[in-house]
């Protein structure tokens, strides 16, 4: 049976973040982690990869899917396998909207892995075989083999076993199964077993969702203090502070009281997930101080916050994420910001 | 409670996923609010509109 492999350049050996605007290409049999696939493989072989740019697909999502497709249906393949992608946002996401675009339009199954936080997770799991994996390739020989398990199994036209068992990120469907006792008794069981302060496993997990109550609008722009915030990582020159290009725990604060706007040769993108020559040669295109402070001379704001807010935005998890958020409004209200513009590359 | 954020940004299906609410298209994932490609001056004009949105977003 024919397997076809989405990789992004990275993983397909054809280069790092300058590959990054990489239109599709072809590429015959199986590549990096594809050829470790062919080797766990009992029911199917990689005939062809696939390679599009993480940048290309994410910023003109719906132009790289057709594109993709067309490579695809080429090729007619029985399953299609993405990535894994790890903990890699734009990746997952490609690897994401791809196999849900490929089980749409060619009607054949779709296996991809992704790490729990990647964003793409809560984008595509109610819909997509997941497969759990590590934050990092590290763990690629361990996640292949239970995304090779899947694979097969599809391609058996077996059912596929519960999301523990599979190590799937569950879909959050119920399915039926018979028990030896009735759901009383489970109940008892497990009431008793909770009293005891046992440890318990409910049949039907209630999902978690984070709701967020969005903060209420300005009510006069002409009145209020913003602060511009990115997670571009726009640092002063020399990256003083040392500021991570990646998974960054913390964020930082630098003047810009004096300034009109971000020069070159003063700031720099210390950012590794995207190709910093842009933001380099005008780091007001990631920040855009120059823009806001025309507006505030204009008086369509009342004041810009001096100091301007920063962050690598690149693998970051999202608890870090979260509590670095959590810091940076607390430290604004503090300050009497109103509302704040944040940009992220 | 919070603080009302315009989140300027590319891939704006990342941004709805955490659960963001004002949020503004950018240009490209290496020039949120840039477009190198464009003259100077049309880029400028384009510059401004991306802030536009995003102040006109803070107020509703």
């Known amino acids: 049976m024919k397997v076809l492999h989405y990789l992004n350049p990275f993983f397909s050996q054809l280069g790092g973040e300058e590959k990054t605007n990489m239109a599709p290409m072809r590429i015959e049999g199986a590549v990096g982690p594809g050829r470790l696939f062919n080797s766990l493989l009992k029911e199917g072989q990689i005939v062809a990869t696939v390679v599009c740019g993480d940048n290309y697909y994410a910023e003109n999502m719906d132009k790289a899917r057709e594109e993709v497709l067309t490579l695809i249906r080429k090729e007619s ?23 849900h675009a490929v089980m749409r339009e060619l009607g054949i199954p779709a296996v991809t892995g992704l790490y729990m936080e990647n964003p793409a997770v809560d984008l595509y799991r109610r819909e997509l075989y997941i497969v759990s994996t590590g934050r990092s390739a590290a763990g690629m020989r361990k996640d292949a083999v239970k995304m090779a398990a899947v694979t097969d199994k599809l391609l058996r036209g077996e059912e596929v076993g519960l999301p523990e068992e599979e190590g799937l990120i569950p879909m959050g469907k119920r399915v ?38 969005p903060a209420p609008p300005v009510k006069d722009l002409s009145s209020a203090t913003i602060a511009l915030l ?3 990582g726009i640092v002063p020159e020399g990256n003083p502070d040392h500021l991570p290009a990646a998974t960054a725990k913390f964020y930082k604060k630098y003047s810009i009281e004096k300034l009109s706007r971000l020069e070159s040769g003063q700031f720099e993108s210390v950012h590794a997930g995207y190709d910093p020559v842009y933001a380099n040669i005008n780091p007001n295109r990631v920040a855009p101080l120059d823009i806001l402070r025309i507006k ?3 008086g369509e704001i009342k004041k810009l916050y001096p100091y301007l807010v920063t962050t690598t935005g690149n693998s970051t998890s999202v608890a870090d994420a979260t509590r670095m958020g959590k810091e940076i ?17 | 409670m919070g603080i009302p954020t315009a ?33 100077k001056e049309k880029e400028e004009i384009l510059r401004e509109n991306i802030i536009e949105k ?7």
């Open chain 1, 329 to 345: 409004a607390k430290e604004l209200l503090a300050a009497g910001v109103d509302a704040a513009i944040m940009t992220s590359t």
């Open chain 2, 7 to 39: 989140h300027v940004a590319t891939v704006t299906p990342i941004s709805k996923s955490v659960g963001a609410v004002r949020i503004v298209g950018a240009v490209a994932i290496p020039y949120p609010v840039g477009q190198p490609n464009e003259t």
């Open chain 2, 54 to 60: 995003a102040l006109s977003a803070l107020t509703s």
């Open chain 1, 296 to 298: 505030e001379q204009k």
């Open chain 1, 230 to 232: 990115t997670t571009g």
């Open chain 1, 176 to 213: 039926n199964i018979f028990c030896k006792e009735k759901a009383a008794a489970r109940a008892v069981s497990m009431l008793i077993a909770k009293l005891k302060g046992e440890e318990i496993k409910s049949e039907t997990p209630i999902p978690v969702y984070d709701i967020i109550t």
């Open chain 1, 77 to 99: 393949p029985d399953i299609f396998i993405a990535g894994p992608a790890f903990n890699a946002g734009r990746y997952g996401i490609a690897c994401g909207d791809l196999s």
